[in-house]
């Protein structure tokens, strides 16, 4: 018996896949613009904790952000994508040489944004155009219609991504891909076309809980739960004041994100090195030395980080990360520098000099 010929929104899905790696992207899945009531629990427990600290713009819009038909109400699925930005040997090898400052791999490059947006535009035109012929060809809808989003607006990613088929969401609460581990950068397309759903990734955390132990300042309270308010990549790129006295020396010479809790998990052995040449590392961003970074001035530093996303926090929250990163080198050869900066116009930059200077001289901060 012949079977059925596929329906024509499963071949533009098909269409739509092979553009999607042929553009760049390493994953791609599809799903309906709905989510589940565990979304919109979830994060309503997260803000009821506190755990976002000061990222107020998580509260703003929960139901924009729970819900995709809210945010677009003419929106009937999803294109969730990846980019994997998997890097080459050990992410967290710069921490051992304590001359140096810990950069996340995600920022040792161009600003993935930009780069992103780009590959989605370039996708979300060829699925106009191929949707368009197919609904003619079919007699039905409307011309389809499409919006793109890349980490700027209230959507949901992680919970699209493994609906979408991408993978799941791990212990540490980041997405994990079979084949891309912990490495994926997210970006939708939402479109009023009704693209058949990809079928579940597989895969799961099992009993492992390296990501949790890995954490140096322990901002898992649960499996599945992070409190922002402790982890390193908050505390260097989203905190805008003085970096709590408790959790400084936990820090270590994390001085922009942190990927320990990435970095670890089993599922990155099946991941292989991005094959995207502009999120190859810059060479001076992969282990900078801290007795250059800390003398950056409002124009060297952006200059420096010109093209980066680092540039977004501005020089005075850098030279706080970096500051907080000498005074746990150990290395008394930094004093000076640090003591230069004791009375800088900026009162967290001074606050976090004294620290650095207190402690290298082996005094309790």
Request: with cysteine; hydrophobic share 40%; net charge neutral.
């Amino acid at each position: 018996m012949a079977e059925a010929p596929a329906h024509p929104l499963h071949k533009l899905a098909d269409r739509i896949r092979d553009k999607a790696l042929a553009l760049g992207f390493d994953a791609i899945g599809f799903c309906p613009a709905t989510l589940g009531p565990e979304v919109r629990e979830r994060l309503t427990d997260f803000l009821a904790k506190g755990y976002h600290g000061d990222m107020g713009w998580l509260a703003d819009r929960t139901t924009q952000r729970t819900h995709p038909q809210a945010l677009w109400p003419e929106a009937r699925s999803v294109i969730a994508l990846g980019v994997s930005y998997a890097p080459e040997g050990d992410a967290l090898a710069t921490l051992a040489k304590t001359e140096c400052g810990n950069i996340s791999v995600y920022a040792r490059h161009r600003d993935y944004h930009d780069l992103i947006k780009g590959m989605l535009k370039h996708l979300a035109q060829f699925v106009v155009k191929e949707g368009q012929t197919t609904l003619s060809a079919t007699r039905t809808g409307e011309p389809p219609q499409v919006k793109v989003f890349v980490d700027t607006a209230p959507v949901s990613e992680k919970p699209l991504a493994e609906q979408a088929g991408l993978g799941w969401q791990g212990k540490h609460t980041n997405l994990v891909s079979r084949s891309h581990g912990s490495w994926l950068f997210l970006g939708e397309i939402y479109t009023t076309l009704e693209l058949p759903q990809s079928a579940p990734s597989g895969g799961q955390c099992g009993s492992c809980t390296r990501c949790l132990t890995a954490c140096p300042t322990q901002a898992f309270p649960a499996p599945y739960q992070m409190d922002a308010r402790r982890c390193i990549s908050y505390l260097t790129i989203e905190h805008a004041g003085p970096i709590p006295h408790a959790l400084r020396a936990a820090i270590g010479t994390h001085i922009y994100g942190c990927d320990d809790c990435l970095a670890v998990c089993p599922w990155n052995r099946f991941a292989t090195v991005s094959r995207q040449i502009k999120l190859q590392p810059r060479p001076d961003l992969i282990a900078p030395e801290l007795a250059d970074l800390v003398q950056l001035d409002d124009t060297a530093f952006r200059q420096r980080f010109s093209g980066s996303p680092i540039k977004r926090i501005g020089r005075d929250r850098f030279i706080r990360n970096v500051l907080t990163a000498i005074g746990n080198s150990g290395r008394q050869e930094l004093i000076p520098l640090a003591s230069a900066l004791c009375h800088d116009p900026n009162p967290v930059v001074a606050e976090a000099a004294e620290w650095a200077v207190t402690r290298l001289e082996g005094r309790t901060p």
